[in-house]
């Protein structure tokens, strides 16, 4: 079974532009979490979709945002890029609601570098 | 509000020794999941043990143990017998047992392990 795939794994954009990432579950999981990490802040979370709908968000600005699509494909977008957006982008999936014993399962990230 | 606390940022262990990962928690849940990850450098989180504030017994994975000491809100993450493939960064995380809640992780421990 594949595992949890993000593309690209290396971005560089510069500030104000705006960027899509890209997050495919294992197959069959329909829980999909993004998280950001950076050395100063650790893991935040990001926000949480299931079956299409958002159902956890984050302390993040509205310039983050994101979506999945039925096939549980999911993408996050950041508009108007800052230079502290700078970080490693993970996203995690599960088969369903994140119940308390639920792990998640990781992807590799997209490392999004803004200059 | 949950809070993970990892108090040391590196650890160096000899090859073969066995090492303990501290990490104490703080919640007002009476009920939740205690969580560890491993994070090599190639970026992917890696699940290693789960631990339920409920359970009677202490978690074990393998080479991976959980100390949990419920008490003192302290959730110690054992490896026995280290391998040079440990050396990673690893988090504790927590989720406590209500619907819709997202996975909380401490800052990380550096651990490497020398030949």
């Known amino acids: 079974k594949a595992g949890v795939t993000q593309t690209p794994r290396y971005l560089i954009k510069t500030r104000g532009q705006q960027v899509t990432l890209s997050c495919s579950p294992i197959s069959g999981h329909r829980s999909v979490s993004w998280y950001q990490q950076t050395p100063g802040q650790g893991l935040q979370f990001l926000f949480e979709?299931?079956?299409?709908?958002?159902?956890n968000k984050g302390n993040f600005p509205g310039r983050f945002s994101g979506r999945q699509f039925s096939n549980s494909r999911s993408e996050m977008n950041v508009s108007t890029l800052e230079l502290g957006d700078s970080a490693l982008y993970l996203c995690a999936s599960s088969p369903g609601v994140a119940k308390v014993n639920e792990k998640l399962f990781f992807g590799s990230g997209t490392q999004l570098s803004v200059l | 509000a949950q809070k993970i606390t990892q108090t040391q940022p590196g650890m160096f262990v000899q090859e073969k020794e066995a090492v303990t990962l501290d990490c104490t928690y703080d919640t007002s849940d009476p009920s939740y999941g205690l969580f560890w990850y491993k994070q090599p450098s190639s970026g992917e989180m890696i699940f290693l043990i789960y631990q339920g504030s409920y359970d009677q017994q202490n978690a074990t994975e393998g080479r991976y143990s959980l100390n949990f000491q419920k008490a003192r809100k302290s959730a110690n993450l054992v490896i026995s017998a280290s391998q040079l493939g440990d050396s990673a960064m690893y988090f504790c995380a927590m989720r406590p047992n209500f619907g819709n809640e997202k996975l909380t992780f401490g800052t990380g421990t550096r651990l490497t392990i020398i030949p």
């Open positions: 979709y299931f079956s299409e709908t958002q159902r």
